[in-house]
């Protein structure tokens, strides 16, 4: 197994893998449509790559990804902020310690370019990503709550 920075040429790979990813996470309630998104994320996947913000696992082939940026938001911040944006291991990877590499990859990069924390999200339905991340020391921040406005009035 290799693991390292992507290059341009396998943002379409790693756009099929996140499209895999949106659609996995709709059984999670996610709203975000694969397929309609195939060319928003292949030019952001293709940005990271070129800012080395894109880390990929390689076996035979892709086997995984974890995309990265630091918070460039409008607000000051007390600290920097690194942001794990997607981490995705293919299904029949998955438990062979590739998303653990892929996610200190990550905080490694994030902490070079100047990160004191690292934020990221996963949806609340999502049991076993939630227990991952709580393995690797993520701990709920911020809490984000929803309520769905009925046409139909009070």
């Known amino acids: 197994m290799e693991f390292g920075l992507a290059t341009v040429s396998d943002a379409e790979a790693v756009t099929d893998m996140w499209v895999a990813l949106a659609a996995e996470q709709q059984q999670y309630d996610s709203r975000v449509l694969p397929e309609e998104n195939r060319g928003v994320i292949r030019d952001e996947l293709t940005r990271h790559a070129i800012t080395d913000r894109l880390v990929v696992a390689r076996d035979a082939g892709l086997v995984g990804f974890v995309m990265f940026t630091i ?28 998303g653990s590499e892929l996610l200190a990859r ?29 393995r690797h020391g993520y701990g709920s921040y911020r809490v984000q709550l929803e309520k769905p406005l009925d046409e139909s009035g009070p």
Not at 115 to 134: G, K, Q
């Open 106 to 134: 990550a905080e490694q990069r994030l902490e070079a370019l100047g990160a004191e924390t690292v934020v990221l999200e996963a949806m609340a339905d999502n049991e076993s990503a939630r227990r991952f991340y709580r």
């Open 71 to 98: 918070d460039r938001g409008s607000y000051e911040m007390g600290v920097t902020q690194g942001i794990v944006e997607n981490l995705y291991v293919m299904p029949d990877r998955r438990d062979e310690g590739i």
